[in-house]
């Protein structure tokens, strides 16, 4: 509580970006409280796909929905490596999103050695393929996307804003077969993977990148208005 305390005055000055806040679950109510009123939303950092059932220690999207919650992230790397999480989980996890009004905040993202293979390419268009099976044109207009490859998650190590730039430009590509270019060109579309104040504004010069899904580096009060001061004077110039 004391870093929205901190991060909402300064905040309120940045009306150019959308600027998202994903705590855990143990918070989400007070902070979707504290924050009503400012420019900052508030996400969930994952979601299981049915409203209700024998589901213990689960959190459904019609919960997220009645706490006042805006957004969820959805097939986060840590989710699909550590908890074995796959794309027909994330596609279900999506539909019960867009149900319940919470927007998706979809992930994707290839491990190293499908780098290495030069499978880049083929693990996001799979990912993307079977992740929004089913969803319609007017349901993908509430989605967000971001390209987090998976051995830049926590490692310090991050893609290089070209590398980004042409995963990215290649989601919208895909986008634009499935839902057609005008409804493509309204899904944001993010880049995560180790990005700090040193390196964001790389990648957010790239046109085809539309903002960051940050984690380390958003614990810090400074280090997050920092980016958001960032994000706000590219996006706006």
Request: net charge negative; with cysteine.
């Given at each position: 509580?004391?870093?929205?305390?901190?991060?909402?005055?300064?905040?309120?000055?940045?009306?150019?970006?959308?600027?998202?806040?994903?705590?855990?679950?143990?918070?989400?109510?007070?902070?979707?409280?504290?924050?009503?009123?400012?420019?900052?939303?508030?996400?969930?950092?994952?979601?299981?796909?049915?409203?209700?059932?024998?589901?213990?220690?689960?959190?459904?999207?019609?919960m997220?929905?009645?706490?006042?919650?805006?957004y969820?992230?959805?097939?986060?790397?840590?989710?699909?490596?550590?908890?074995?999480?796959?794309?027909?989980?994330?596609?279900?996890?999506?539909?019960?999103?867009?149900?319940?009004?919470?927007?998706?905040?979809?992930?994707?993202?290839?491990?190293?050695?499908?780098?290495?293979?030069?499978?880049?390419?083929?693990?996001?268009?799979?990912?993307?393929?079977?992740g929004?099976?089913?969803?319609?044109?007017?349901?993908?207009?509430?989605?967000?996307l971001?390209?987090?490859?998976?051995?830049?998650?926590?490692?310090?190590?991050?893609?290089?804003?070209?590398?980004?730039?042409?995963?990215?430009?290649f989601?919208?590509?895909?986008?634009?077969?499935?839902?057609?270019?005008?409804?493509?060109?309204?899904?944001?579309?993010?880049?995560?993977?180790?990005?700090?104040?040193?390196?964001?504004?790389?990648?957010?010069?790239?046109?085809?990148?539309?903002?960051?899904?940050?984690?380390?580096?958003?614990?810090?009060?400074?280090?997050?208005?920092?980016?958001?001061?960032?994000?706000?004077?590219?996006?706006?110039?």
């Open positions: 509580m004391d870093f929205l305390d901190r991060c909402i005055p300064s905040c309120r000055s940045f009306q150019g970006v959308e600027i998202i806040l994903c705590p855990t679950f143990l918070s989400l109510v007070s902070i979707v409280e504290k924050a009503r009123g400012s420019n900052i939303c508030i996400g969930a950092q994952n979601a299981h796909w049915e409203k209700e059932g024998a589901f213990t220690g689960e959190v459904s999207p019609f997220l929905s009645q706490a006042g919650v805006d969820v992230i959805i097939g986060h790397s840590e989710r699909r490596n550590y908890f074995g999480e796959k794309d027909e989980g994330v596609n279900k996890k999506i539909k019960a999103a867009l149900k319940y009004n919470v927007k998706p905040v979809m992930c994707l993202g290839e491990t190293l050695k499908e780098r290495e293979g030069n499978l880049t390419s083929k693990v996001i268009d799979r990912q993307l393929e079977k929004l099976e089913g969803i319609e044109p007017e349901e993908a207009s509430s989605l967000t971001a390209y987090e490859p998976v051995w830049a998650i926590g490692t310090g190590r991050s893609a290089s804003a070209e590398d980004a730039d042409q995963v990215i430009s989601l919208r590509e895909k986008l634009a077969l499935y839902y057609g270019y005008q409804t493509a060109q309204r899904i944001p579309l993010l880049y995560g993977g180790s990005v700090k104040p040193d390196n964001l504004g790389q990648f957010l010069e790239k046109k085809s990148i539309d903002g960051a899904l940050i984690g380390g580096a958003s614990l810090e009060e400074e280090s997050f208005i920092k980016m958001v001061e960032i994000a706000n004077n590219i996006k706006n110039n």
